[in-house]
């Protein structure tokens, strides 16, 4: 159906949405009549976006969607702050005044307010909360059957994983698409980069050396009226159980690229270290400010990742990958993409692109030709990466991927049992060789 022509004898807008959802499972005939007669799902009617975590990238990832495609509206919003929410919406409005259409009981504010967003009749969710929140918040809105746009990191220990593997499985049993805030895979210069290297382009892969050293990042200070839950949850980066850790909650895009460099394929054993020097302060909770990891493959490949957030250093955010015929260097400061082999020299002169719109642009276009795409299994072994690096580096201790898919060590409290009231205790930063992980 084309934008503009008149819709009331075609399908209805839920007609499609269960053609293109969780329906299509329990409907396969349906769905394929509709594929076999080449339906045209384009523009059949609105799709409504809900967003679940209001800050600086669900605000943006909101934009983008909205952008993606002309018949969007975001019609729900969820968050703990009245604050967050408001400056969201209003400046979403100021870019898409019409297409911001929340109603005053639309917006959803509290620990719960995501089971409200996936209850309204909104098709896709935007989940861009702290990542503590995102297992629990992305098996409901799988269960709930909405198309997802899933911030990384996806999880910040082996049990949350554990249930983004399920709800990615899910998803596709579901036909609901499922995409990754790992906004590098969605960059037109390293997707032809990367691809010259899985592609044979310098050989076998030998090595792997990934950076994400950068400067300090934000802080709040604690304000008197605020409680101790407060001021953790406008702190989030500072504490594992809400982050992950740094290593966790950025450097994961530097280990996701050289993963993507990998193949994806999963190494045997890690052995990490790490530490904090600078962000001593109790006001940086008890998160890490270093760390350097080795990732073991079978092939006897290895991966050399480095992450540090201390001022006054060199910033280096860059993956440098060796194979037995040549070299390709990525720096995502510098922009470069560059593969030297055999002799000859080859640099990315192709197009740029806005990373963070091709997501949105790709996911939407999946929703609406019904041809869904489900970034779930990658996604979850590239936070696997940066989990098993994490545990590693705290612990002192070698881990096999097999151990650490084992583990029950749960961060956090569970997903009922957030509050305000809630003191979930400050662990001193992990000393290695005391640090228990089993
Ligand atoms: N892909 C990228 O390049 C990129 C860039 C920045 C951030 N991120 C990721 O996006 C996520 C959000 O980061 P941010 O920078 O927007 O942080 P932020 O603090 O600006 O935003 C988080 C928002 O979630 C809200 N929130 C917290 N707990 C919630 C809950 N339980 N339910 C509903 N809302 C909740 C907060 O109030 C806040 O508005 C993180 O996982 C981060 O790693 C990705």
């Avoid at 008149?6 to 807008?13: A, L, N």
């Avoid at 604050?83 to 620990?111: C, P, R, Y």
């Avoid at 201390?310 to 993956?319: D, E, G, L, M």
Wanted: net charge neutral; hydrophobic share 35%.
């Amino acid at each position: 159906m084309e934008k503009g022509k008149d819709t009331s004898k075609s399908r209805t807008r839920r007609d499609f949405i269960k053609s293109t959802g969780a329906a299509a499972l329990a409907t396969p005939f349906v769905f394929n009549i509709g594929m076999a007669q080449g339906l045209d799902n384009t523009n059949v009617d609105t799709l409504k976006i809900g967003l679940i975590g209001c800050g600086g990238r669900g605000t943006g990832a909101a934009n983008q969607a909205l952008s993606a495609d002309d018949n969007v509206i975001l019609t729900a919003v969820g968050d703990v702050f009245p604050d967050k929410m408001e400056a969201s919406i209003t400046n979403l409005q100021q870019i898409h005044k019409d297409k911001v259409k929340i109603d005053n009981d639309h917006k959803f504010l509290g620990f719960d307010s995501y089971k409200k967003v996936l209850e309204s009749d909104v098709d896709v969710v935007l989940l861009a909360t702290p990542p503590a929140f995102r297992p629990g918040h992305l098996s409901a809105a799988i269960a709930a059957g909405k198309h997802v746009f899933c911030e990384k990191p996806m999880a910040v220990d082996v049990p949350g994983l554990k249930k983004v593997y399920a709800a990615a499985k899910a998803a596709k049993e579901k036909n609901l698409s499922l995409v990754s805030g790992f906004c590098w895979r969605y960059h037109f210069p390293k997707r032809e980069t990367f691809g010259k290297v899985l592609n044979g382009d310098i050989g076998e892969v030998m090595s792997v050396y990934n950076t994400y050293n950068t400067g300090e990042l934000w802080s709040r200070p604690r304000q008197p009226e605020w409680s101790e839950m407060e001021f953790k949850m406008r702190n989030w980066l500072y504490f594992n159980w809400l982050s992950g850790d740094h290593i966790t909650e950025q450097a994961i895009h530097s280990i996701d690229m050289m993963s993507w460099a990998m193949g994806d394929v999963l190494p045997v054993k890690v052995t990490g270290t790490g530490g904090r020097q600078q962000r001593i302060d109790p006001k940086y909770g008890h998160v890490y400010d270093h760390f350097a990891i080795v990732y073991e493959y079978e092939s006897g490949a290895k991966g050399f990742h480095f992450s540090r957030q201390q001022k006054n250093c060199t910033n280096s955010y860059a993956v440098d990958i060796n194979g037995t015929k040549g070299n390709c260097m990525v720096d995502c400061i510098k922009r470069k993409h560059e593969i030297v082999s055999g002799g000859e020299k080859w640099r990315y002169r192709g197009e740029g692109n806005d990373m963070y719109q091709t997501e949105h642009n790709e996911l939407f276009a999946s929703i609406r030709s019904g041809k869904h795409m489900n970034d779930g299994e990658w996604m979850a072994n590239s936070t696997m990466l940066a989990i098993i690096g994490r545990m590693a580096a705290y612990s002192g201790q070698t881990i096999t991927w097999e151990e650490a898919m084992k583990s029950e060590e749960v961060l956090g409290p569970p997903m009922g049992d957030y509050s305000w009231d809630l003191d979930w205790p400050t662990k001193t930063p992990a000393v290695p060789g005391e640090y228990k992980l089993f």
